[in-house]
């Protein structure tokens, strides 16, 4: 069974950065394409970004060049690095991984970003 734990999601000030950690489990980690997004409060849950088997990543518009992700294919750990955040970067962060025909999530962690 897939299985994925987000952490890292915390309280911040606006410029302040925060880097959330998504563990995967049940799955050969290298071989996979991990995708992070977010859902503020009342509003529709949207991409963040993804990073390939071999590492490439895409950002949407909103986070490119604040936000940086990366992978840990020994410890089995994309990590989001999010740097400069906005008040409207406040929200649940998700995890997701697309394996055998199906989307797997986290259950997220939270940041909010408020002075």
């Known amino acids: 069974q897939v299985h994925l734990v987000e952490s890292g999601g915390a309280l911040v000030q606006p410029g302040g950065s925060l880097r959330l950690s998504c563990v995967a489990s049940g799955l050969n980690f290298r071989l996979f394409r991990f995708e992070w997004h977010r859902q503020a409060p009342e509003k529709e849950r949207e991409y963040v970004g993804s990073?390939?088997?071999?590492?490439?990543?895409n950002y949407t518009d909103s986070v490119k060049e604040r936000f940086t992700i990366s992978r840990d294919n020994v410890w089995n750990r994309v990590y989001l690095q999010m740097n400069n955040l906005k008040p409207e970067d406040t929200a649940r962060y998700y995890c997701k991984v697309s394996y055998a025909s199906r989307n797997f999530w986290g259950k997220g962690t939270q940041v909010i970003v408020s002075s």
């Open positions: 990073i390939a088997a071999g590492g490439t990543t």
